[in-house]
Nanobody
Framework: QVQLVESGGGLVQAGGSLRLSCATS????????MAWFRQAPGEERSFVGV????????YYADSVKGRFTISRDNTKNTMELQMNSLKPEDTATYYC????????????????WGQGTQVTVSS
């Protein structure tokens, strides 16, 4: 059974930092591109960033580029999202997702999802 479990969310002031983690089990982690998406109330789920299987390639949404960094550890089957210079508009539930093959930016391309972790940035 494949499981993705996010952690690390919380409440932070604008300008602060948070580090999210995604722990996986039940899949050959190194075979999967891993992504972060987020969803604010009343909005559609949107792409944050993605990392390819090896960790050598990453893509980010323009809104987070230069502030967020994705990394992965294929020995621990984990992925992380370092979020710096947080803004109130970053407030959302953050989800990690996995797909076999090339990294994609569309939620529909992802088969496995975590339950999400809430990030709230106060102004």
């Amino acid at each position: 059974q494949v499981q993705l479990v996010e952690s690390g969310g919380g409440l932070v002031q604008a300008g602060g930092s948070l580090r999210l983690s995604c722990a996986t089990s039940g899949l050959r982690f190194a075979n999967y591109a891993m992504a972060w998406f987020r969803q604010a109330p009343g909005e559609e789920r949107s792409f944050v960033g993605v990392i390819n299987w090896s960790g050598q390639t990453t893509y980010y949404a323009d809104s987070v580029k230069g502030r967020f960094t994705i990394s992965r550890d294929n020995t621990k089957n984990t992925m992380e999202l370092q979020m710096n210079s947080l803004k109130p508009e970053d407030t959302a539930t953050y989800y990690c997702a996995a797909r076999s093959g090339a990294p994609k930016e569309t939620p529909d391309e992802y088969v496995f999802w975590g339950q999400g972790t809430q990030v709230t940035v106060s102004s």
